[in-house]
Nanobody, 120 residues
Framework: QVQLVESGGGLVQAGGSLRLSCAASGSIYRINAMRWYRQTPGKQRELVATITSLGTTNYADSVKGRFTISRDNAKRTVYLQMNSLKPEDTAVYYC??????????????WGQGTQVTVSS
């Protein structure tokens, strides 16, 4: 059974930094694109950053220049380094990955979410 487990959320003051991690586990043949989303109450989940299996990255305009997505394929882990945090970055952050489990076709998986709160 494939799982994504996030860690690294918490409370930080505006201007501070946090690093989120998301580790995949289970019987996995290949991990393709990996992403971070975020969601606040009453709003749709927003795509924050994407990294392909070759390391190509893409960011939402609201986080460009402040957030960095990276991955360690050997550890099956994706990271989100968040710098210069603003109160509007407060949200539950979710990891998402396109994974091919052993013997199965590619599909999307979600982590359980981790809360990030930025105080002003």
């Amino acid at each position: 059974q494939v799982q994504l487990v996030e860690s690294g959320g918490g409370l930080v003051q505006a201007g501070g930094s946090l690093r989120l991690s998301c580790a995949a586990s289970g019987s996995i043949y290949r991990i393709n694109a990996m992403r971070w989303y975020r969601q606040t109450p009453g709003k749709q989940r927003e795509l924050v950053a994407t990294i392909t299996s070759l390391g190509t990255t893409n960011y939402a305009d609201s986080v460009k220049g402040r957030f960095t997505i990276s991955r360690d394929n050997a550890k099956r882990t994706v990271y989100l380094q968040m710098n210069s945090l603003k109160p509007e970055d407060t949200a539950v952050y979710y990891c998402n990955a396109d994974i091919e489990p052993m013997g199965y076709i590619n599909r999307g998986y979600w982590g359980q979410g981790t809360q990030v709160t930025v105080s002003s």
